[in-house]
């Protein structure tokens, strides 16, 4: 058994030490990256942290440009993996499918290919280009699991688990994703500072009543008490797996929610409203070329730099409100991570933690032969039993509350 | 009889524009810049505003690069100026004043040769580079006339006049500074952001019981009633009056206070905190160089944009309490520049204009020979009444109003 994993960022460096304590089942490990040095920083790591369970199994690093489908199918034959798992962001996802259908080789990834602010690939255009593979992969005998990472991901899951368990039919489904951690900086981004501003800025879509709804971004918000972390002002967001549920769950809303602290929304206002937030480049006086958005995050702290001090919660859960029984029921289910608890097991923080852990899960699945259908599946198509059981070995567990029956009390602001 | 100038910025297009509207005293004018479109700009919205008083006097435009002493002097000789008016950015004074004494024409600035923010050249040091010129202006039977804008300048001559008619003994002397107007931006500065971003990031330096106070900035604030602005926050600022008042008037404390709206502080601190407003140069992911404070100055507005739509007025005055005829007194004696007005008389907003007549104004004092002692001056050491009567006449008046007698409530933030 072998698995090739692309990419060594934050996520790819949590995939790969949780990769390395199951190469049991996994076998061999190749992490592969435009910049080797990553890969060989991530394997110092896993090595210095004893997490390479059968050390007989080889870990090795390579060279890729993820953008370049002859070089990723000659990586592919070279090191002939039973999985290929697709670290990397999320433009590369096309390229990486499209290698492994050639190749014949299954795939795996954790968030959704495109860009999610511009014109023709927001949300409801967002699975497209990756669903198109579907009758292909079918017909190379091959799987595809998208969208393997929390959210998406296990929130689908959970939705998947709720409709099979807990209702018998589904009203609304709200995706609730607050980070209580502290990294004690004044500001920065617990990921690439360029992808986050960008989806953070981008109007909002949720799915109602049948039809798309589009809002500008922070214009919806509500307030819900997270377990263990507290009352959190949550704003309506577009995200990956609102396009995906509305595909396979019924549901009369679906929309997803994300936490911002008054402080961290008066950073991105000004920074938005200076227009450092901009990824159109600007003439400086001596007639140098930048992207102000690129300067941005030249001058934030490098999100893995934050992994090391990181206290405190994430609380990830998705909202599901219903019938079961002829009674209305109102249930949400949820993960807490820790993130001192994330950096003692891989040297990295809990959002990168609740990513890669999933990952690995699913990946499991495949080579347990639960999850190994030939085409292309989302999370919410799969069954959700054996992976909810599974996923709190691997560093996540889950809960299920039930909450008192209400609509949520949505603000519109501005 | 003729003037040369050199710089063609905002400031330097209201001394432009004030010097031609005077032209049948100060003669022929050069407006020179190191970018000769920049004075030729210039040149046509005087023709454009028929500001040319007398239109038999030339007006024309030169390129220099006013950090070349020899390129300077030769400039000088070849216009041969009764006096060269510098309204460069402060680092080209030491070089101009020096050509000055080389080619023997007299000087004069607008503000101090160096920055307040780096260490061995804030408050204390500010003018050592230009005062180290007096021995040889006196010798060379030139003048100099340092810091003939508003704050420096209008400021020291308030104070001089409050020694001279209003007061037997100083007590404390304050510089207040508010710009009550409204640009329409969400965020913009009202001269070069590079200068005013390191300006306003600098530590407080005051002068109080015989001893210079170092204080970081925004830590010393009081609210202050200015007249037609209202009631306003200000805070304590390292500004070049400070230190010539220190040396030519005795106070037992004197200091610069600044208006900050809680807005603009919240982008101030908010640019401060992740890192843009640093000079320090900072490497882009594919290895360009830059650095951010001038990459902020890239996207915020352009200063002369503001103009047109700037609404509202300014207030600049000196605040003096002290003794007269035995009791206790205290005064305001300020100015209300109008946005509007300013750039209805010469296409400029009002920071400018308040820096760009009063240095006509001490031009003209100059040529009055009011003004013409041998050696370098501050604008405290000069007669104040010639001054004051003929700078309402160039366009900015003056009044002065009896305050209550108390000390300022000074709060000490952070």
């Known amino acids: 058994m072998a698995i090739l994993q692309i990419g060594a960022g934050g996520v790819g460096w949590v995939i790969a030490h949780k990769a390395a304590q199951n190469n049991d089942v996994l076998g061999d490990i190749t992490i592969a990256s435009r910049t080797v040095s990553k890969c060989e920083k991530i394997i110092e790591s896993i090595k210095g942290r004893n997490n390479l369970k059968d050390t007989t199994k080889k870990l090795e690093s390579r060279a890729v440009n993820a953008d370049d489908v002859d070089a990723l199918v000659a990586l592919i034959k070279e090191v002939q993996p039973d999985l290929v798992i697709n670290a990397g962001p999320p433009w590369v996802n096309v390229a990486i499918m499209e290698a492994c259908y050639q190749a014949k080789v299954s795939y795996l990834d954790t968030s959704v290919a495109v860009d999610l602010c511009s014109e023709g690939q927001q ?58 951690g502290d990294h004690g900086k004044k500001f920065a981004t617990n990921f690439d500072p360029e992808t986050n501003m960008l989806e953070i800025q981008g109007d909002s879509f949720y799915w109602e009543n049948q039809e798309w709804k589009q809002v ?4 919806r918000m509500l307030e819900f008490d997270f ?67 690129k300067v941005l995050k030249a001058i934030l702290p490098d999100p893995t730099s934050l992994a090391p001090g990181y206290t405190g919660l994430t609380c990830i859960g998705t909202w599901v409100q219903g019938i079961k029984d002829g009674e209305p029921r109102s249930v949400f289910i949820y993960n807490n991570a820790d993130h001192e608890v994330a950096y003692k097991d891989v040297e990295h923080q809990a959002i990168s933690y609740t990513t890669g852990v999933p990952a690995i899960t699913a990946a499991l699945m495949y080579f347990r032969n639960e999850w190994s259908g030939k085409g292309v599946f989302n999370m919410e198509q799969l069954n959700p039993d054996p992976f909810l059981e599974l996923m709190p070995t691997i560093g996540l567990d889950w809960h299920v509350q039930e909450l008192p029956v209400a609509q949520p009390e949505i603000k519109i602001l501005k």
């Open 123 to 180: 949300v409801p255009e967002a699975y497209d280009p990756q669903w198109a593979f579907r009758e292909k992969f079918a017909e190379a005998g091959i799987t595809g699991i998208l969208g393997a990472g929390f959210d998406p991901g296990v929130v689908s899951v959970f939705a998947a688990y709720a409709v099979k368990h807990l209702f018998d039919e589904i009203d609304t489904i709200d995706v609730m994703d607050v980070n209580a």
């Open 227 to 293: 377990p263990n972390c507290g009352c959190q002002k949550v704003y309506s967001m577009a995200h990956d797996e609102v396009r995906s549920m509305k595909e396979f769950i019924p549901a009369n809303r679906i929309e997803f929610w994300m936490g911002f602290g008054d402080t961290y929304l008066n950073y991105f206002n000004c920074m938005r409203d200076i227009g450092l937030l901009s990824p159109n480049p600007v003439t400086l006086q001596d007639g140098t070329v930048v992207e102000p958005l």
């Open 216 to 219: 500008p971004c922070h214009t």
